[in-house]
């Protein structure tokens, strides 16, 4: 009998009936974009929920580029970022007229850490501009961390938080998290930028539209960003459903840690934070793992692929040695971790995994 395939992911934006509403005030209101009414009901609600102003974005890979650019680095110039992250980030780097410079991330977390960027800095091979740290899969950023960091370091800071948006913390620096289909809280696509300082914060609105700030000349090197009225339709619709959706995906998560073996466990997930990206290190190599868990029928993801060193786009970026990076390619495989996984699937998922 052929194996009914797992997904990786099945992604469940709000419904038809929790749309119209807010559809109906758009109908009314007939503003469909620049910060209509309900981009900035949905910028209140983040800005009530994470206690910093947010800036609603049309995706993170865009709200990234207009955090660098509200911060005017030198173009030409270099931009700190782990290898270990999505393409996006590279991507970002480069629209803000940067040059992404890869380095190497802590051997457990995954991530950049202040620590590690002040060492990196010292061995630069060109002018530092920016930094850009990447929250891996979920994890909450060090927002003291890079606070303090960019205050000593005099370097504009951007941190790539796009899968974090139920452990994010404010932070003076930006911080950009995505609404895509995929995220734990989807709108489609569509993102924010999260900034505790109210001036910078202004200049990231302004660098996500054409640079205008109270006028129509523009100030300074921007991008059209912004998120139009009908995406922030369906990102009020999921943030009013939050407080289910979280409490849905911490279940999943908590049926998932008794049915997986303990070494398959990232480190501190769903203890304080729910993600739905379950990236397992398996100490037999991902390759295999995903051959063996292909034959059973799950389907898995290598989100980051090998990193960014490894890419054609960014082949020829400057870099740090990356042994860390390195290893964490080979081990890390995205397993399934969605609200359609019933017993027989976390059963099935578990047994296979176990086998690897
Ligand atoms: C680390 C990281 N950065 C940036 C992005 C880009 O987000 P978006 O699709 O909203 O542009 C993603 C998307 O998955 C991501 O994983």
């Known amino acids: 009998m052929d194996l009914v395939c797992i997904p990786i992911l099945r992604p469940r934006l709000p419904d038809t009936d929790a749309l119209i509403p807010y559809l109906r005030r758009i109908d009314a209101a007939r503003t469909y974009s620049n910060m209509g009414p309900l981009a900035c009901e949905l910028a209140a609600a983040l800005q009530e929920r994470f206690a910093a102003i947010a800036v609603p974005v049309a995706n993170a890979t865009l709200g990234l580029a207009a955090a660098l650019l509200a911060q005017a680095p030198r173009p030409g110039h270099l931009c700190m970022v782990p290898s270990w992250t999505f393409a996006a980030s590279g991507h970002a780097i480069r629209a803000a007229g940067l040059e992404p410079w890869l380095v190497d991330v802590d051997p457990d977390s995954g991530a950049l850490t202040p620590d590690r960027a002040d060492?990196?800095?010292?061995?630069?091979?060109?002018p530092v501009a920016a930094?850009?740290?990447?929250?891996?899969?979920?994890?909450?950023?060090?927002?003291?961390?890079?606070?303090?960091?960019?205050?000593?370091?005099?370097?504009?800071?951007?941190?790539?938080?796009?899968?974090?948006?139920?452990?994010?913390?404010?932070?003076?620096?930006?911080?950009?998290?995505?609404?895509?289909?995929?995220?734990?809280?989807?709108?489609?696509?569509?993102?924010?930028v999260l900034c505790g300082d109210p001036d910078l914060a202004r200049r990231v609105g302004a660098?996500?539209?054409?640079?205008?700030?109270?006028?129509?000349?523009?100030?300074l090197r921007a991008l059209n960003a912004k998120m139009s009225e009908y995406h922030a339709a369906i990102a009020l619709a999921a943030l009013a459903a939050w407080p289910r959706t979280r409490d849905a995906h911490a279940d999943l998560l908590s049926r998932l840690k008794q049915a997986l073996p303990d070494w398959a466990w990232p480190t501190g997930l769903g203890d304080a934070h729910v993600t739905n990206t379950l990236v397992a290190r398996f100490p037999m190599g991902a390759d295999r793992a995903e051959a063996h868990l292909t034959r059973h029928g799950i389907e898995t993801r290598r989100w980051w692929g090998m990193g960014l060193h490894r890419q054609p786009a960014f082949a020829d970026c400057p870099r740090q040695d990356l042994p860390n990076t390195e290893r964490l390619a080979g081990l890390s495989l995205g397993l399934p971790c969605h609200l359609d996984l019933g017993a027989d699937d976390i059963r099935r998922l578990a047994d296979s995994v176990a086998g690897v």
Do not use: Y
Not at 119 to 126: C, S, W, Y
Not at 156 to 177: G, H, I, K, N, T
Not at 207 to 219: E, T
């Open 207 to 219: 660098a996500c539209n054409f640079g205008f700030a109270g006028s129509r000349s523009a100030s």
């Open 131 to 192: 930094v850009m740290p990447v929250a891996p899969f979920g994890a909450a950023p060090d927002a003291a961390g890079w606070d303090d960091f960019a205050r000593r370091s005099g370097r504009a800071v951007v941190v790539d938080a796009a899968a974090s948006f139920d452990s994010l913390r404010a932070a003076a620096v930006p911080q950009v998290v995505s609404l895509h289909a995929t995220k734990v809280l989807g709108a489609g696509e569509g993102g924010f």
């Open 119 to 126: 060492r990196a800095l010292r061995h630069a091979p060109g």
